[in-house]
């Protein structure tokens, strides 16, 4: 086995700006995700059954609720150990995911009433699969650029905010 070729100083020789993908940060927010998820579609299914509310009320509840999860999880998971007011975190959160949820409701949308695509399998797949990836999208750049921020103070690489650089 060769050893690599070592400069003067004992270092080794420098290779050129190397970019750090977040897969650690990703993986959580993605498990963090998941939970809310079931968190929001147990409580719908459950108050549009047992409890009888009409569906907006409970939709709106039940969204509430996996995003408070959703946070909740963030917070003491992979973006634990940010500063900031929490309940102005909490609020910017809300915002975020809200846009998502309207990034699903406007592919939904030109789905079924633009393109015409009126099956409710077209609807699942414009709502609940490209409304969703791009959601997440959208949430994910949200959440690691406005919610829980890395401040110039901090150090963290010189990083401020956005994983793109």
């Not at 690599?4 to 190397?18: K, L, N």
């Not at 079931?38 to 009888?52: H, Q, T, W």
């Not at 973006?79 to 959160?93: D, E, H, L, M």
Request: charged share 15%; hydrophobic share 45%; glycine share 14%.
């Amino acid at each position: 086995m060769r050893r690599p070729a070592w400069g003067a100083a004992g270092r080794r020789p420098a290779r050129g700006p190397t970019v750090r993908l977040p897969h650690r940060e990703l993986l959580g927010f993605a498990t963090v995700g998941l939970v809310a998820y079931a968190v929001d579609l147990a409580l719908f299914a459950y108050l549009r059954g047992p409890a009888a509310l009409d569906p907006l009320s409970a939709k709106a509840l039940s969204f509430a609720a996996g995003c408070t999860v959703a946070y909740a999880g963030n917070a003491l998971g992979p973006y634990r150990g940010r500063c900031g007011s929490p309940w102005r975190r909490y609020a910017v959160f809300l915002a975020v995911n809200l846009a998502g949820a309207l990034v699903q409701l406007l592919c939904l949308t030109v789905s079924h009433y633009g393109l015409g695509l009126t099956s409710p399998r077209a609807d699942i797949v414009s709502g609940a699969g490209v409304g969703m990836a791009l959601a997440t999208v959208l949430r994910f750049w949200g959440t690691r650029t406005l919610v829980f921020r890395v401040e110039e103070d901090k150090g963290d690489e010189g990083r401020v905010g956005s994983w793109t650089g």
